[in-house]
């Protein structure tokens, strides 16, 4: 049984398939990510799920690009309320994203991850997942304030989650840091040191399971 990978494009997944793993490109996005990933846990069971690619490192968390991240949490942040300049979570609106229990879409990590993370020296925090990504420093701060001690910014990682939640798989989400979260640079992006960091963490993670 191989662990399953999921990325947002093929470029990414090109680091991946020489892996002993089974490699899902799903599209941009946690809708697509979510759909793909159950389709293939249906498919054919997984021992894990690993959600896997480049993302944007909030400033605060130390990381640059080229340097590798590891979820320690995965959360939705872009689903709740605004009222007036106030944020509401879906705890705080009494909802819930699972239809028969309380989940506030954020999801708990494999429990290897925090020793995975150790190991290959990198960044352990949550991993934001938003549909649209922050563009400037204030909307970078806010997320920074809500969520302390947060990673990284990706558009997949709640979306792969929530499909290996459903179906009772572990799941982890794998960041090559490309670029800073705030005001899109793209010129200034690493994509592939990113994508070597991405790869590292990769590996080194089906080390570990094994």
């Not at 799903?26 to 159950?38: E, F």
């Not at 590798?68 to 007036?84: E, K, N, Y």
């Not at 106030?86 to 506030?104: D, E, I, K, R």
């Not at 001690?149 to 794998?174: K, R, S, Y």
Request: charged share 15%; hydrophobic share 50%.
């Amino acid at each position: 049984m191989k662990p399953l990978i999921v990325v947002a494009t093929a470029g990414e997944a090109a680091r991946f398939h020489s892996l002993p793993a089974r490699v899902v490109v799903s599209g941009v996005g946690p809708v697509a990510a979510a759909l793909a990933t159950a389709k293939a846990l249906a498919e054919q069971a997984a021992p894990l799920v690993v959600s896997a690619g480049i993302g944007g490192a909030f400033p605060a968390s130390g990381l640059r690009p080229g340097d590798l991240a590891i979820s320690s949490l995965i959360v939705q942040a872009d689903l709740g309320a605004w009222d007036g300049e106030n944020w509401l979570t879906l705890g705080g609106l009494g909802l819930s994203v699972h239809p028969t229990a309380v989940h506030h879409a954020e999801f708990e990590v494999w429990t290897e991850a925090a020793d995975s993370a150790c190991k290959l020296r990198a960044g352990f925090g949550p991993a934001l997942t938003l549909s649209a990504v922050t563009g400037d420093h204030a909307g970078a701060a806010r997320l920074e304030a809500r969520y302390p001690g947060v990673q990284t910014e990706g558009m997949e990682g709640a979306g792969v989650a929530h499909a290996a939640m459903l179906a009772g798989v572990p799941v982890v989400e794998v960041r090559g840091i490309s670029n800073l979260v705030g005001p899109r640079d793209r010129a200034s992006w690493q994509i592939g040191t990113a994508l070597d960091a991405a790869q590292r963490g990769v590996i080194g993670l089906l080390h570990h399971l094994n």
